[in-house]
């Protein structure tokens, strides 16, 4: 008896076995796809926000990796809660909370580190005696020392926290300028997530080959291209390449074509995104791109997962 419970218990586990094998062998690939936006300091106009809002509705599935900007709090005759309501209608709940940085003047006189006015990524740094505030082309990474970059980021990730956001663990750089400067003082204010290395080529449908962006990211980051996959800078940070840009920067076709580029070349992770205060004229080219992307996913029998990290 005791011998035949063990036999049928034992073609039991084959069996069970042989169904956990199968049911692998059917589970289709992932290919993970991040949603990022970066919030530049310039503006928080009704359009853009109400774009955002309506893409939210259109598809509440897709999380965004949300690269806030602090320097909307920190300019004078401000209203504080119109900037957070503005901000957090945009939100969901699946989203995350980061940084995008900028070296605006008035976030580093707020957060006591001395305004740098050189070197810029674009030529529009030269008024700041005459413009409201000013500094946003100039580069994170080759314009300040560590210890100013780590000064300015816990500054303002304690300014989120003040107005009532998550302490910001993500980031990315303006003008993608980071740099190991910026890496290590990353690193000192415990953020896990940075996305601030592309591939200067990507950018060329808007910026000259020879334009000071282009020039600059070819040095920042010269192993850059629009294959790269997310990688261990040390055991707390994780660099997720932008490998498809911006949405500023790339049509619906573009974006689509990316995507297949990444999928030929059995890469299984995307960054994508666009910028909260261009959102109303380059937003509806990612809702575009939604639907064709998962057309071909489903063609090729990859499952399209999107996420935060
Ligand atoms: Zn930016």
Redesign the pocket.
Known sequence: MLTRSISVLFKLSLWLLALLCCLQANAKPVFKVLVTV?W?GYSLEAENIAQMQSFRQQFPEIPMVQLLNPVYFVRDQVNISHIQQAIQSTLLPNDVQGL?L?AWKSLLDYCHVPFQQHPSFAPDNDACKLKKDCGYTVSLELAYSQQDLRRLLACSQQLMVEHGFEKPKYF?A??WQGGPKLTAALIANHFVWDSSIIAADLLITRWHVDSPLIRMLKDLHPEATPLDQPYEVNPQLIEYPNNAALADYTTTAQIVALFKGLLDHDRDVMVLGF?QETAVDYLPRLSAAIPKMQAVAQDRGIELRWVTE
């Open positions: 970066d530049e995008h900028h990315r303006g003008g910028h």
